[in-house]
């Protein structure tokens, strides 16, 4: 299962107090408190809390419609060329998520708003390296190409790199991880993943890390892979059940006979 991105705005020293606040909540998986500091005056936070409610949805498979409100005001205050590509980029991973988790098909409406976002977010600009990330997620999930998804996925890593967004290369290491995975690349994969779970460790992106220690476990032998999985569930259960999508590759193997 996919997971998300969004800036990692409050991770440092020296950030914006409310930024830090928006942080902590948000790695903690306490989505709407975080959206809650956020007054929606301006494009630029009324674009943050739709990002916020959005990753929501895709951890937790609720609060559809509070995402959906959210975004809509954030498309009404978007005036620039950046402001309305990134609205457009959050409609995307909006319809993407509702696509992924069955609520209902909206394929082509997430195609339709990020071909929309790549047409206004110039590539270099700010959120286009995210933008490239979640055109690798629709690729990969949606499409079932993984080439394509490896194309999209190495642009938005060489962009996360340039534009030192520590967070969003955690999510193209782990991604490409899978991939390599997919093919047999045990040693790339088993890096890729590494490099991920040390980034979100770092960050103390606590609602990230339980999907990167389980992606670990996958490429990794016994006993290791078994001690990751078990930290895993215990941060999956810490943090009551979240990302919902987490359960089916936590399962404990059926008893044999």
Known sequence: MADTAMSGNGTT???DPL????????????WADAAALLQPVTAAAAMQRTALLVERC???????AEAEDALRTAEALAHSDDERGAAA????????????HGV???ADEARAALGRAAALIPPGGE???LLDFRRGLLAENLAHSPQAARA???????????QSDALLLSFTWRHLAGLALRDGELAEARHGFAESLRIREE???????????ASLADAEVEPEASRLREEARRLYRLLGGVPTWLARQLAPPAASA
């Open 13 to 15: 020293a020296g950030d």
């Open 19 to 30: 930024q830090t606040a928006v942080w902590r909540l948000r790695s903690r998986a306490c």
């Open 58 to 64: 895709l951890y937790t498979e609720q609060g559809w």
């Open 89 to 100: 980029c959050e409609r995307g991973q909006l319809a993407y998520a509702s696509t992924l």
């Open 104 to 106: 209902r098909d909206r």
């Open 127 to 129: 959120g286009r390296a």
């Open 152 to 162: 999209a996925y190495r642009r938005a890593h060489a962009g996360a790199t340039a």
């Open 203 to 213: 960050l103390g992106y606590l609602v990230g890390t339980a999907p990167a220690l």
